[in-house]
């Protein structure tokens, strides 16, 4: 096999999460092979201090790789700068990266399928962002793996000649789109893509992901995606700074190899089928819906005592 991409993980102030993340990447196929880099971040307040130093306390004692190297911030960048900043290094150094956060749970062979991928479609102009993650799709007799418009931001990988074309300036992204382009870029309305698109431009959120999806959709990109995921995403559960809880994206993590890729570059049709009828349905009932809501007002009120 070719040269390894380089992982970036990042992390900030859950050191359970950060654990686990590891313990599980460390199970990984490759992982002995494979160079991590993990970009610690520094605390916004002084309450994120102590939970900080405990992070950084454990990443510092990291094993099981090719090597590890501790990139600390000595200033808080939030995850968005942050994200920027290290794949934008490991790209520039590297010529690709394969990209974790701190409550992404792995496959054994989560890193041997982005390292397959990368080389696989490496002078594949079109292929621009390799996903780990996919929702619990219900449809039968889908494709091992299979390209999608949307880039999912829970494990994923890109190059070089991809992340150039990464555009952060918000009204940039919003002067190409037309009424046409948001109808296929929200999933026919079924996800809220857009509606991140304009929650950043008001500065309610801080999104680097909803940016990068709508410069590989505005290039006419695509994504490569597993049929059965190979992550799980433990951070919906109120810790996070930019989650909620809830649990409609839990999904059991694949523990076989993938061997199948495809050789047409262009969007599979049941597969956007099938992630658009996941879509329409992931909310639930009314009564669902209501407990979940219940839940987050909780975790907030719990969260400010």
Known sequence: MQKLAPIALF??????????????????????????????DAAKTQVDRHQVEQVRKLIH???GFKSVKVIERKENFGLAKSIIDGVTQLVNEYGKVIVFEDDLLTSPYTL???????????????????????YNLKAK???????YRAASSWGWATWDRAWKNFEPDIDKLIAQFDKEKINRFSIEGTMNFWKQVG??????????AIRWYA????KGGLTLNPAHSLVNNIGHDGTGVHSNIEDMYAVKISQKPVTHFPDVIEEDAQAYQAIKAFLKTRKGSLLQRGLRFMLQIKAKYLSKK
Do not use: C
């Not at 460390?26 to 991590?36: F, G, P, T, V």
């Open 11 to 40: 992390v900030y102030n859950r050191p359970e999460h950060t654990r686990r993340t590891i313990s599980y990447l460390q199970k990984n196929e490759l992982a002995d092979e494979s160079r991590l880099f993990i970009f610690s």
């Open 61 to 63: 004692e990291v094993h």
């Open 112 to 134: 041997q399928y982005f390292n397959e991928a990368l080389i696989r479609y490496a002078d594949e102009e079109k292929v621009m962002h390799i996903g780990a993650y996919m």
């Open 141 to 147: 007799g889908l494709p091992q793996t299979f390209f």
């Open 199 to 208: 929650e950043f431009k008001a500065g309610k959120n801080n999104s680097w």
């Open 215 to 218: 410069s590989v959709f505005l």
